[in-house]
Structures are given as structure tokens and as C-alpha cells.
């Protein structure tokens, strides 16, 4: 096993894209990540794992409070933006956001938005996995399109199949 | 935050579906699972959340094994019939398993099976999370077709969309 068997197989595991944001000291962070789960709902909790070395990670740490935003399909453009470095700065000057419990950013309009306190941090080599209680929660659009990542690409979910789309009697 | 708003939001989260497999003391035990995730790649480890009330939980905490099997989108009936009490016995006759190098069995022609030994196990309310270092990897299919959970339904990722489907001038 080496890690690029690792990442052959792992390109394989389809998940949803979520953007996760963080308030430290008054300057908000953000970054974009696949490595979500629910854990428990009771209290409600959810896991996200995040690279020791993204530059939010140290900031949620810190502040000990995340926003798991989970993205739609209409948010492939909000999702490129904070997988770049360049201009940090004016990531958070396109979108709208509002503050729901802890004071990290929620992006208006995505799916769901889980705002998390962190109730315990696993150190795992180059990661690290935040355990985190869900203080407040926002939903939104009717419908549950998702923006997806696998084998290295953004996806769609197909439209429900009905299938005939054209016929010629 | 209550149970259901959590419930409601995590239906939101799309996922896609593996089968966490297990061998104690000779018998095979297995579940469905969508709380499954990439850690770090050195050394290659994932985490699986699972239920400590899933009467596969305890085997895999005693044995230390377990494998993930990622399923695609031709395996509906596969975890029909391990998300299912009925017939625990005879889930593993319909379909063809084999051991990497734990001995977990491996579903055949899965899109990619992860065979792990547990390295840590974090109690966290109702459900333990499995930190399983990879020791034995297989890929299968070409095309990656993945099997997905949403909403509370199975899903399927639509053709890459090229959309010109009929025109006339």
C-alpha cells in the first residue's frame, strides 16, 4: 500500500462538497472539504477531517467553532474559490452570508448549513478530525441538488430517471 | 437543536454507499455504511462511523478488522439485503467475496474494497469511529458508476451531462 494506491482507491468514494468557514479574532476563514459525517444525533454531532496544513485549520482549532455548509449545484464557482490561494482575501466578498449561532459564516442559499461548536479534536498524522456539536442550523432550496466529488471532478445527480425524452411514433 | 432538525439537515449530505465487512472467530458479519472517509495517506487510514447498537459494531471492535467495500450502483440489492435483520445468516450466499489480507471478505467487483486494520477506536455517544489503517486495496470496473444515499433514497450520478438530446430546426 502506497499512498498513491491510497489515492487510485479514494478517488472512488464518491461524497458531497461542503464548504467549511470559521471566525478567528474577527476574520473569517473558509475552506472546502468532502471529509463530513454525521456522527451522533444525540447531542447532534458531526466529524470533519481538515489537513493540518490548510490555512484554516489552525483557526478553527483556535476559535473552536466551524460552519459545515453543504454545497448545491449551483455552487461549483463559491467551491473554486476557496480551493485557490489567490485573493484570500475577497473569497467571502461574492457570496451572502450571515451569522447563524456561533458567528462563522453561513453561506445563504446552499443546502444546509450545520453551525458547530468543536467538542474534541483527534490528532491523526497529517490530519485532524474535529468532533463537533451543531448548535444551530439553517436550511434552504426546495430541491436536494448537491454538488459532488469524485475521481478527482465535480459531478451532478442525474435528474430523477424517467427516462423518455424524445419519441418518434 | 433537537434529533429531527439534525436528522433533517443530514439528509442534505449526499454520500456514497460502501459495505463495512468483518471476520470474528470465523464468521463473517457485515452492514451498510455512508459515514466513511479519507484521514491521511501516511500512513493510509480511513475512519468509519458505526452504531454501537449494529450487530456488526462489536465484531469489528473485538476482531480489529474490517473492509470497505464501495459500492456501485449495481449493488442496490446487495445492501438491501445487509441493511436488512431478515436472513442475517444467508447474506453472504448471493454474491462473491475474497480475502485480501485480513481474511474480512471482499466484495467482488465492488469499485474498490479498502481491507483495514483498526489502529484506534473513539467512543463518541451512540456510534464508535474506526480510525483502520489500509493494509490491502483492490480495484474493480472501469467506468466508476458509483452508488449514492440522499434524502433517504439510493441515487445515481446522471451521464456527464452533454444535454443536446434533440433539436430541431
Chains 1, 2 share one sequence.
Not at 478517488?11 to 472539504?33: D, F, P, Q, W
Not at 454531532?45 to 490548510?54: F, G, M, P, R, Y
Not at 483557526?59 to 454545497?71: D, K, M, P, R, S
Amino acid at each position: 500500500m502506497t499512498p498513491d494506491d491510497f489515492k487510485l482507491g479514494m478517488r472512488r468514494l464518491a461524497a458531497g462538497v461542503s464548504l467549511i468557514t470559521t471566525t478567528n479574532r474577527g476574520v473569517r476563514h473558509g475552506l472546502v472539504a468532502t471529509a463530513v459525517n454525521s456522527v451522533t444525533a444525540d447531542p447532534p454531532t458531526l466529524l470533519v477531517c481538515i489537513n493540518k496544513n490548510a490555512s484554516a485549520h489552525d483557526h478553527v482549532a483556535e476559535a473552536g467553532l466551524l460552519c459545515v455548509n453543504v454545497l448545491s449545484d449551483e455552487h461549483e464557482a463559491v467551491a473554486g474559490r476557496f480551493s485557490s490561494a489567490l485573493n484570500r482575501e475577497q473569497r467571502f466578498d461574492h457570496d451572502e452570508w450571515r451569522a447563524i449561532a456561533t458567528g462563522a459564516p453561513a453561506l445563504v442559499n446552499c443546502l444546509v448549513s450545520f453551525d458547530c461548536e468543536v467538542r474534541q479534536q483527534v490528532h491523526y498524522g497529517s490530519h485532524s478530525i474535529f468532533l463537533a456539536e451543531i448548535v444551530g442550523l439553517e436550511v434552504w432550496c426546495e430541491a436536494i441538488s448537491p454538488l459532488l466529488y469524485l475521481d478527482g471532478k465535480y459531478r451532478y445527480l442525474g435528474e430523477p430517471q424517467s427516462s423518455l425524452l424524445y419519441a418518434t411514433a
